[in-house]
């Protein structure tokens, strides 16, 4: 009978350890997303707060277009192009703005068109010829403006990139026309991570950006016979059939390679993420726009139910054992010491208790005279457990340690002394060594 109630007790036991396992240690699962990649970032800071296969190396379609417009903000910027600048139709944009099986608003043969109409062509209905069109009018030629592209990348810092065109199309849709250095069935690739610090750098280096991905319908050449209605293909903006609150930005993208991908951002609560999906479907496996934007839908809920800005250490934080330090040939033995700015970072709400202060000193001696304010070290932040994803760039949860008050320099009389007293105090260390040696 015992044994019985044994093997009943036990298995009941065992439902209420799992049960009762911390939220913070199921946090750690997958959001399992029906993706070949994914990540989501803080968008002010590069904190990474959920990644799946971020690093494998994707098609990434249309979403290289925000190179395109980094390249172009970049060179409006330098002073290189004008927004009212004209571009003259070439046979290659003229060709491939006529193939309507592609997004593209149709440029005529003998047209002229400003780089301010091709650029929202661009943002707003991702067309593909109105793309090229601005690479060549930063480069010259679209096969000149890869090589910006592929610089910038490097400057960047991105990994696993290949660009092989400026617009994401497969390069077996641009009609035998695709730049000479590449191959005729090349396609442009990169990691979620990438596609993450470039959707980072854009926004950061030019969030007017965000005033045109955001617009959701605009007519092309409005009043002329050439007008043609724009749908933006981001469809999780206000108004369209996906819409989520906050969406601002930033690029879908899709071909067969690619699947359905993207790149989005949004705000709410006073913070902002990005998220990157790469080759979304459905349950049965079919890639599909809904597919896509259920998955950036769930990247979102969870940024933004799960996490926020905490400030974890607050300026003139004193460090536990770290209260003071040495300091040579002073007044004072010591100088007090704390955290000069705080350090804030988003994170899941109920992890706070679990980033701790790491305080690290600077390899030099302090010698006095020392002023105020001066940097001895810095503070980081460490999870005791758990996983940290860390930053999308080389950058840590950190801030400087100042010294609180200042010492002055002591007398050169002072100092015989203390330097007496230190000989002695040797003196008499040695010799006690010595001693208790002989015993």
Not at 3 to 21: A, D
Not at 103 to 123: F, K
Not at 149 to 174: I, R
Request: hydrophobic share 40%; charged share 25%; with cysteine.
């Amino acid at each position: 009978m015992t044994s019985m109630i044994k093997w009943l007790v036990l298995p009941m036991f065992l439902v209420s350890v799992v049960c009762g396992m911390p939220a913070a240690t199921k946090a750690e699962e997958s959001l399992n997303l029906n993706v070949d990649a994914a990540i989501l970032i803080d968008a002010e800071t590069g904190k990474i707060l959920y990644e799946e296969n971020s690093e494998t190396a994707l098609g990434i379609a249309s979403m290289t277009k925000m190179m395109t417009e980094y390249l172009l903000f970049e060179a409006i910027e330098e002073g290189k192009v004008k927004w009212d600048q004209q571009y003259n139709v070439t046979e290659y944009t003229y060709k491939i703005s006529q193939d309507r099986r592609l997004s593209n608003v149709p440029l005529r043969e003998d047209g002229s068109y400003s780089i301010q109409e091709l650029y929202e062509a661009m943002a707003i209905y991702s067309a593909n010829a109105a793309t090229i069109a601005i690479a060549e009018t930063i480069a010259g030629t679209e096969d000149n403006f890869i090589k910006l592209m592929n610089e910038k990348a490097a400057e960047m810092g991105l990994e696993g990139y290949k660009f092989v065109n400026s617009s994401g199309l497969n390069n077996g849709d641009l009609q035998g026309m695709h730049p000479a250095s590449t191959n005729a069935s090349d396609e442009n690739v990169m990691p979620a991570k990438s596609v993450a610090i470039l959707a980072y750098y854009l926004m950061k280096d030019f969030p007017e950006v965000l005033e045109t991905t955001k617009i959701a319908k605009k007519t092309f050449r409005k009043g002329t016979s050439d007008a043609i209605e724009m749908s933006n293909w981001n469809w999780m903006l206000p108004g369209l059939i996906y819409e989520y609150e906050g969406v601002d930005g930033l690029k879908t993208g899709t071909t067969e390679f690619a699947g359905h991908s993207f790149t989005a951002t949004a705000q709410k609560n006073g913070m902002r993420v990005i998220s990157v999906v790469m080759k979304a479907v459905d349950a049965d496996g079919n890639g599909s726009y809904k597919a896509r934007f259920d998955a950036t839908r769930a990247l979102l809920d969870y940024g933004f139910s799960q996490f926020s800005k905490e400030e974890i250490v607050p300026a003139g934080y004193k460090i536990p054992k770290h209260e003071t330090l040495e300091v040579e040939k002073g007044k004072e033995d010591t100088v007090a010491i704390a955290v000069k700015d705080p350090i804030s970072m988003v994170i899941k709400t109920n992890e706070k208790e679990l980033y701790k202060p790491v305080f690290t000193e600077n390899k030099e001696k302090l010698e006095a005279d020392i002023k105020k304010d001066t940097v001895v070290g810095k503070v980081h932040l460490e999870k005791s457990e758990g996983t940290d994803y860390g930053y999308i760039i080389d950058k840590a949860a950190e801030t400087e340690v100042v010294t609180t008050e200042a010492v002055e320099r002591a007398s050169w009389f002072s100092l015989m002394f203390q330097g007496i007293g230190k000989f002695f105090g040797n003196l008499w260390n040695s010799t006690t060594d010595f001693i208790g040696g002989l015993f």
